[in-house]
């Protein structure tokens, strides 16, 4: 069997594989051909990107089959595409998909794809558990918590002058209700479940935005020499500038302990779980510092700092596209090893994880979408050769 042949064969499994629609045998094929090579892999891989299939869609409910012919031709080696056509015109007339096309024209000549059938189609199993989502509760001064999720928009509350809104676009936002000072201040709590992720905008016009079982306290309405936020687990700061009221973020965990950043207006990224031995802060843009155990470092955009419970220690050249793909949608590995990659995984859809046995040191890479249904991420992980039995919300990970 030839390359060009090759690629019809596997190109086709992986449409079906799309679809949900591989015999027993052919997912045996399928799975073979995806461990011979590492490429096919970071294939796959690319395909968990929802984005991908976007402009893909209305393509392939109606194929513009003429239009998608002289795409693959401009593709071509010119040396190749007179012997090639007979056999792509006769393959494509038993096909007739568009996204076998896309499949082969990047096994074949190594492009980007750039139109595919959305994943959308892939037929789930019938207990499947599906990812996260917008979720998260907000608790009032007095004690009072309200499900965001659930909450109609608009005004809910208001709060030492501020008016609490949930925007159409599921947003809260904090705004004063006039220009006098507020006689007494509240603070607020926003905070996400295993399986949420928020974004609120606080009082000062400071964007937050919350990972899975997260949270941010902070008061209705900023007053006295600076802005102070609380925080656990996982967020993204893009804070308002304002040079004469710092804004600064305290957290606190059982493993690392106290630790206070404080920046002018600047994005960053704060990892404080409390299962984790070290808390991060990346810096994106602008300039922080972060005080932690009597020690004080300055971070410049691109830099990271750890906090463990014995010291500092700061990264240089960090990959901030990576820290932040959780907020645009994706898991993104890079060597991490297998309790790391698992604790997210457990997070993003509030499943319980079991460790048996010797558990491997390997690391792991890739960018998944947090978009997949458990069984499709699972999937990935077992063709590099991850042991994981299921039992509905209980995976069990044997050496």
Not at 211 to 226: A, I, L, R, T, Y
Not at 274 to 280: L, M, N
Request: with cysteine.
């Amino acid at each position: 069997m030839n390359k060009f042949e090759e690629s019809i064969k596997y190109g086709r499994l992986l449409g079906k594989y799309l679809k949900g629609e591989l015999t027993v045998a052919e997912q045996q094929e399928f799975d073979a051909w995806l461990r011979q090579d590492e490429g096919n892999k970071r294939f796959l891989l690319h395909l968990s990107d929802k984005q991908v299939f976007v402009e893909g869609v209305k393509d392939f409910e109606q194929p513009d089959v003429q239009a998608a012919w002289l795409k693959f031709l401009e593709r071509m080696p010119a040396g190749a595409r007179v012997k090639r056509m007979r056999a792509v015109r006769v393959w494509w007339a038993a096909a007739g998909v568009l996204l076998a096309l896309s499949v082969l024209s990047w096994l074949y000549f190594g492009n980007r794809i750039e139109k595919l059938a959305p994943i959308a189609r892939t037929q789930l199993p019938v207990k499947d558990v599906m990812p996260g989502g917008e979720r998260a509760t907000l608790t009032l001064g007095d004690g009072s918590t309200i499900v965001l999720d659930s909450a109609a928009n608009g005004v809910l509350a208001v709060q030492g002058g501020s008016n609490v809104t949930k925007l159409k676009t599921g947003e809260l936002t904090y705004a004063a209700q006039g220009a006098a000072a507020p006689s007494t201040v509240l603070y607020n709590t926003v905070s996400t479940p295993r399986g949420g992720q928020y974004k609120l905008t606080l009082p000062d016009g400071s964007r937050v935005w919350l990972n899975s079982e997260s949270s941010v306290k902070f008061p209705s309405s900023f007053m006295g020499d600076s802005r102070t936020v609380e925080v656990t687990g996982e967020t993204y700061f893009e804070v308002a500038k304002n040079q004469a009221l710092p804004f600064r973020v305290k957290l606190n965990t059982a493993s690392v302990g106290a630790c206070e950043i404080e920046v002018l207006g600047t994005h960053f990224n704060v990892n404080a779980y409390p299962d984790e031995s070290v808390s991060k802060t990346t810096l994106l843009e602008g300039a922080v510092k972060i005080k932690s155990k009597g020690t004080v470092r300055r971070l410049s955009p691109g830099q990271q700092v750890g906090v463990d419970a014995n010291e500092m220690q700061l990264y240089n050249d960090v990959d901030v596209d990576q820290v932040v793909a959780w907020k645009d949608g994706f898991f993104w590995f890079d060597n991490t090893d297998i309790k790391t990659l698992m604790r997210e995984v457990a997070r993003w859809y509030d499943v319980d994880i079991v460790f048996e046995g010797k558990v491997t040191t390997d690391g792991f890479s890739g960018k998944i979408s947090k978009g997949l249904p458990l069984s499709k991420l699972l999937y990935i992980l077992k063709l590099n050769d991850v042991r994981i039995e299921e039992n509905g919300k209980r995976m069990i990970i044997k050496s």
